[in-house]
C-alpha cells in the first residue's frame, strides 16, 4: 500500500514559478515509477511528466517539455515537480501518480496510486 499526498500548489503569476512535492509512504516507493498528472476544469486528465525508479529516465508533454523538470529523492521518498514559466493554461489540479510498473504503460494499472491532488492557478 502507497498513499501519496501533494503540496505546494497556489497561486502565481503567469511567467512564475511553484515547486510541487509528493511525499509517498511505504517503504518501496524507491521501486515506483511516479509520474505527475493534471485536471483542468471541464477536460480531462492528462500526463505531465513522469520519472523511472532508479531517476535515470523521465518523459514529459509537449505542453511542458523545456518548462518543468521532474525529479526524486529516494531518500525522502518524494518527487517533485518544478514548474518555470507558468502559463494560465497550466492552471490545474495536479496529481501525483505510483506505479509499480514502468511508466510506459500510462499508470492505467489497477496496481497504480493516486494523491489528492494539489491546485494550481496561474494568473493572467
Known amino acids: 500500500q502507497v498513499q501519496l499526498v501533494e503540496s505546494g500548489g497556489g497561486l502565481v503569476q503567469a511567467g512564475g514559478s511553484l515547486r510541487l512535492s509528493c511525499v509517498a509512504s511505504?517503504?518501496?516507493?524507491?521501486?515506483?515509477?511516479m509520474g505527475w498528472f493534471r485536471q483542468a476544469p471541464g477536460k480531462e486528465r492528462e500526463f505531465v511528466a513522469a520519472?523511472?525508479?532508479?531517476?535515470?529516465?523521465?518523459t514529459y508533454a509537449d505542453s511542458v517539455k523545456g518548462r518543468f523538470t521532474i525529479s526524486r529523492d529516494n531518500a525522502k521518498n518524494t518527487v517533485y515537480l518544478q514548474m518555470d514559466s507558468l502559463k494560465p493554461e497550466d492552471t490545474a489540479v495536479y496529481y501525483c501518480?505510483?506505479?509499480?510498473?514502468?511508466?510506459?504503460?500510462?499508470?492505467?494499472?489497477?496496481?497504480?496510486?493516486w494523491g489528492q491532488g494539489t491546485q494550481v492557478t496561474v494568473s493572467s
Open positions: 511505504g517503504r518501496t516507493f524507491s521501486r515506483y515509477d
Open positions: 520519472i523511472s525508479w532508479t531517476g535515470r529516465s523521465t
Open positions: 501518480a505510483a506505479s509499480p510498473h514502468s511508466y510506459g504503460l500510462g499508470f492505467a494499472s489497477q496496481d497504480d496510486y
